[in-house]
């Protein structure tokens, strides 16, 4: 594990996510990553809502558990889980270049929706926060969505593009938190942090 050595952990982080691990070090909250793993498949009839919801409670409370079997230092544990939806359809990570191409090509020209959700789990104390992020794409030509598989960065990414990155360059309006969009709202993480530090304060 690697916390942000200039500063006492706080957290543990149950991602293994570089994006949102920048975003901590940005705001200089000290944490530890541990690994978990979770089913992050669509429940039927479930809404993005829930989902995202979901899957960010699933990972914080299996992260709980983990620093519960290995003795770990107790501290919070932040679960996280960001999907992109447009016209109600969850767009996830792309399995392939023809499915990257496809996700692109419905958010060229288009408004969406990044929902972030995130769940801190602490003893008996859990705490839940939800953001809702539209986002206003160009319309982008068939050549720039090649061009942009090819530079890699849509592996990996949920709708197949980085905000931080190449992808910022599609963008035209955003309305909300941008670190949502990254992986991790900020705002609701510090808030979620100080309120689980107040209920329950620790070493």
């Not at 996510?17 to 920048?22: G, I, N, Y």
């Not at 959700?117 to 003893?123: G, P, R, S, V």
């Not at 530079?151 to 309006?173: D, H, M, T, W």
Request: glycine share 8%.
């Amino acid at each position: 594990m690697s916390p942000d050595t200039a500063n006492k952990a706080r957290l543990y982080l149950a991602s293994q996510s570089p994006r949102r691990a920048e975003l901590l070090e940005q705001v200089a909250l000290g944490f530890e990553k541990i690994s978990v793993d979770t089913d992050e498949s669509v429940l039927a009839g479930e809404s993005p809502q829930d989902y995202v919801q979901r899957v960010a409670i699933a990972k914080a409370q299996a992260g709980l558990a983990l620093v519960e079997q290995q003795g770990l230092s107790p501290l919070p544990v932040l679960g996280a889980d960001t999907s992109v939806i447009i016209d109600g359809q969850i767009l996830g990570k792309p399995r392939d270049r023809d499915h990257a191409l496809a996700m692109l090509g419905q958010l060229s020209g288009s408004t969406h929706q990044v929902m972030s959700a995130i769940c801190l789990c602490y003893q008996q104390c859990q705490e839940t926060a939800l953001s809702i992020t539209r986002v206003s794409f160009r319309h982008i030509e068939p050549d720039e969505l090649e061009q942009y598989w090819l530079s890699g960065e849509p592996l990996g990414k949920a709708g197949a593009y980085a905000i931080q990155g190449r992808g910022a360059l599609f963008v035209e309006n955003i309305e909300g938190s941008y670190s949502a969009v990254v992986g991790l709202p900020l705002l609701e993480t510090g808030q979620l942090l100080q309120k689980i530090e107040q209920l329950e304060p620790y070493e």
